[in-house]
Nanobody, 124 residues
Framework: QVQLVESGGGLVQPGGSLRLSCAAS????????IGWFRQAPGKEREGVAC????????YYADSVKGRFTISRDNDKNTVDLQMNSLKPEDTAVYYC?????????????????WGQGTQVTVSS
């Protein structure tokens, strides 16, 4: 059974850091792209970053470029999202999902096997 599970969310002060992890089970990430999305209350879902295992290419939304880094851990079969210099506007539930490629701009409708999400709250 193909499954993605997110972890690593929490409460952090503005300017702080968190590392989210998207663990895959039931399939290997070798042939997939993993996208990270977020949704804040009352707002539309936003594609944040994507890692394409085919060519190790990455994509970032302008809102997180320079602050977030997406990477793959081959040993753990995870795709991680390192989030630095966090801002209150980064507060959201973060989800990961899979696709064959990082279609740009990221559209959640193209992705599947969604995880359950992990809450990130940036507040003092």
């Amino acid at each position: 059974q193909v499954q993605l599970v997110e972890s690593g969310g929490g409460l952090v002060q503005p300017g702080g850091s968190l590392r989210l992890s998207c663990a895959a089970s039931g399939f290997t990430l070798d042939y997939y792209a993993i996208g990270w999305f977020r949704q804040a209350p009352g707002k539309e879902r936003e594609g944040v970053a994507c890692f394409d295992s085919g060519d190790s290419s990455t994509y970032y939304a302008d809102s997180v470029k320079g602050r977030f880094t997406i990477s793959r851990d081959n040993d753990k079969n995870t795709v991680d999202l390192q989030m630095n210099s966090l801002k209150p506007e980064d507060t959201a539930v973060y989800y990961c999902a899979s696709h064959l490629i990082c279609s740009v701009p990221l559209d959640g409708a193209d992705f599947g096997s969604w995880g359950q999400g992990t809450q990130v709250t940036v507040s003092s």
